[in-house]
């Protein structure tokens, strides 16, 4: 048997380098319907029509946004597309720090929210969070009728906590008044949480003016409701919350 010698590196070099196809660059667009792609340009040329707008109304509103964020609200709110809390509130960008989960939920291990609430409250020292939810939640019917969503069981069991805790007073009112009535109990139970949060306790603990508030926005005719869940420091957290529960199932038996 001949052994071939081995190429030394000088003998690779002078090989004639191998032809590659060169293939055409494709476009970004290319695998994207053009229905797709209209309807993004779409929104890319709205924006460009409310930068203008706004920069002609207000020759330094961005520089001023830019500048400085010093909101005295945060809004934790459901991710309901229909719910939009600048919109709502006739709050202008910069004036509302947002936070948003499916069925406004504030967990006690969920660290996103925690993260987002702890900045708003120790950074941006807001005077005012505000737990909203809205009538209609899907999130509220899903733990409601036991419907399987996906993965997002795993969060809407929250949710079935807040209607086990509540399930005998649910199950006395008619049944066309229940999904109303477990959204309204669901934003005082998490408001009732943010509150006993390790961040809201701490904050109060130094002194920190801060009050958590719970509201309910209605699809039908957009107006925010005021579910008297007011607690604006540790002392008074526990009757504040039996005050909201109680005006809740009044006026859900009447």
Known sequence: MILKPTPTWDRVARRK????????????????????????????????????????????????????QAPQYMWVGCSDSRVPANQITGLAPGEVFVHRNVA???????LNMLSAVQYAVDILEIKHLLIVGHYGCG???????????????????????????????????????????LCELNVVEQ??????????????????????????????DGLLHDLHIDISNRSETKAHYDQAIAIIKERASS
Request: aromatic letters at 8%; proline letters at 3%; a positive charge.
């Open 17 to 68: 380098p191998a032809r590659h196809k060169v293939q055409a660059i494709k476009s970004p667009f290319m695998n994207i319907s053009s229905q797709t792609h209209s309807d993004i340009q779409a929104l890319l040329a709205a924006n460009k029509r409310w930068a203008a707008e706004t920069s002609a109304a207000k020759p330094d509103f961005f520089t001023t946004l830019m500048a400085q």
């Open 104 to 110: 406004n939920m504030v967990v006690h291990s969920d």
């Open 139 to 181: 999130g509220v019917g899903a733990a409601l009728s036991n419907i399987r969503v996906g993965l997002a069981d795993n969060w809407i069991r929250h949710i079935k906590d807040v209607r086990n805790l509540h399930w005998d007073f649910l199950a006395s009112i008619p049944e066309e008044k229940r999904h109303a009535t």
């Open 191 to 220: 408001t009732f949480n943010a509150a006993r949060s390790s961040v809201l306790q701490d904050a109060w603990e130094r002194g920190h003016e801060l009050s958590v508030h719970g509201w309910i926005y209605g699809l039908k």
